[in-house]
Structures are given as C-alpha cells and as structure tokens.
C-alpha cells in the first residue's frame, strides 16, 4: 500500500525558514521522481519543485527558485523540503505526491499535506 506522510509544516515569520519531510513507503522509491506542490484554497495546486531518481536533476517552479531546496535519501525513503527566505505568499499546504503506471495508465498518489503558514 502505498503511503506520503508529510510533516514540518507549522507558523514561520516572513524571512524564516521550515523544511517538510515526505516519508514513502510501499513502493519501490529510489526509481521515481517526486514532487511538492502547493495550494491555496479556491486555487489550483501548483507546482513547487521535483527531484530525479538520483537526485541528479532538480526543478523548481520560479516563484521559489534560490529559497528553496529539494532533496532525498533513497536509504530512508524520504524527500525534503528546505524553505528559506520565506514570503507570505508560500502560505500553502504543500503536498508530496508521484506518478506511476498502473495498467498502462498513469496514477498520482498524494500525500495528506501539511499546512505552512508564513505571517508575522
């Protein structure tokens, strides 16, 4: 069964910073790439940042490029999220989620997220 359980959300001031963890289990992690995304409610969720396999390869959405890192440990199952230099505007609940092929169609799983909130 697989799971993405977030955790290290919680209140930063503006110009703080937080790092999420996303720990997966039931599936084989260290062969997909992951990602965070984002969202407000009453928008869409929105891309924040993904990680190769390996690790090589990292990609961030504009808006947080230069603040935040992404990373993983293929060891521990786990992919993070190090915000620095945080705005109001990154207040969000930000999601883990990956995609894989079942029955030759391709399925997201998500995490439950965990809420960031950045206010002074």
């Known amino acids: 069964q697989v799971q993405l359980v977030e955790s290290g959300g919680g209140l930063a001031q503006p110009g703080g910073s937080l790092r999420l963890s996303c720990a997966a289990s039931g599936f084989t992690f260290s062969t997909y790439t992951m990602n965070w995304y984002r969202q407000v409610p009453g928008k869409e969720r929105e891309f924040v940042a993904n990680i190769t396999p390996s690790g090589s390869t990292t990609n961030y959405a504009d808006s947080v490029k230069g603040r935040f890192t992404i990373s993983r440990d293929n060891a521990r199952n786990t992919v993070d999220l190090q915000m620095t230099s945080l705005k109001p505007e990154d207040t969000a609940a930000y999601y883990c989620?990956?995609?894989?092929?079942?029955?030759?169609?391709?399925?997201?799983?998500w995490g439950q997220g965990t809420q960031v909130t950045v206010s002074s």
């Open positions: 989620q990956f995609t894989r092929r079942r029955m030759n169609r391709p399925v997201d799983y």
